[in-house]
């Protein structure tokens, strides 16, 4: 079934693109929110077991995907700009829970940050408050092949760093999309490790503290990068939190192989469907299924 698309028009200065999944027997939506250089098609995997049980929104930022033909592109957009197109596209669509995915997670934090009152739950996957050792040396080689707009380079690096995981197919898929991004998407993600490397930790951790809602954090355990112990930081601020650890998984969980999917779907859907906790746990889900690539 193909999802009703629309180009959704921000405060008459970002035109987006989404795509509404719906479900006649769902009671609740979803909204994914993707991480750099990424699209919706991001999503494709998680999408999958979101369906059955969710009417599912999926956007392109205004700089990526189907929502560029739309816009100008005459300078890098803010996290803030990401944040506020978040929170115009949650009362659009009417939605109750929110799922991000690595760097969609500082749109996504910084939009919960203003309590909109819809959203009732959030899931954050593969992203840390934290800039660690592994994740500094991997944003400083980023910035310079995409200060060059050398796409070739960018996908090899993603691939080689937090993409190391993935199956072979998806790999070549990632660094097919990735080599053939327009320049300004280059410069888009330059601006954008810029400003996460400007970012204040501590103020943004007291900015968070206004979170009200329930939480729940999901990392891989080989995940170097967006390192599962880091994302504990969050417990000492938010009032509700939970985290889960993915057994076998780097940074791209559910892409990796099957045993990671299917972890990643019961934590998800655990969180969303029964009564929310109300205090701060941190488990591991039961790795019943060996991995097998996608």
Not at 140 to 157: H, K, N, T
């Amino acid at each position: 079934m193909k999802p009703a698309t629309a180009v959704v028009d921000i405060h008459r200065t970002f035109k987006v693109h989404t795509e509404f999944y719906a479900n006649p027997s769902a009671r609740k939506t979803i909204i994914l929110i993707n991480g750099s250089l990424a699209t919706t098609a991001a999503f494709a995997q998680t999408l999958k077991y979101l369906r059955p049980q969710f009417n599912v929104v999926l956007y392109d930022q205004p700089y990526a995907g189907q929502s560029k033909p739309h816009n100008r592109h005459s300078r890098p957009i803010s996290k803030e700009d990401e944040a506020t197109i978040l929170l115009e596209l949650i009362e659009a669509f009417k939605v109750d829970y929110l799922l991000s995915f690595s760097w969609g997670g500082v749109a996504a934090m910084l939009a919960l940050a203003q309590r909109p009152a819809r959203i009732e739950k959030a899931v954050i996957t593969s992203f840390s408050p934290l800039l660690n050792k592994a994740m500094l040396d991997y944003l400083a080689r980023g910035m310079v092949c995409l200060q060059a707009a050398d796409g070739e380079q960018v996908g090899q690096l993603v691939n080689s760093t937090i993409g190391k995981y993935l199956p072979s197919l998806f790999k070549r898929f990632n660094h097919r999309h990735i080599s053939r991004l327009d320049r300004h998407e280059y410069l888009q993600m330059h601006a954008h490790i810029n400003q996460v490397l400007q970012l204040d930790n501590h103020g943004q951790m007291q900015c968070l503290a206004t979170i009200d809602i329930p939480l729940l954090f999901i990392n891989g355990d080989r995940d170097e990068y967006t390192a599962a112990q880091d994302v504990r930081v969050f417990a000492e601020y938010l009032s509700d939190c939970q985290f889960v650890i993915i057994n076998n998984a780097g940074h791209f969980l559910d892409m990796e192989h099957k045993g990671a999917c299917l972890q990643s779907q019961t934590a998800l859907l655990n969180f969303l469907q029964p009564p929310a906790r109300n205090n701060c746990s941190y488990h591991r889900v039961p790795n019943q299924h060996h991995a097998i690539a996608v």
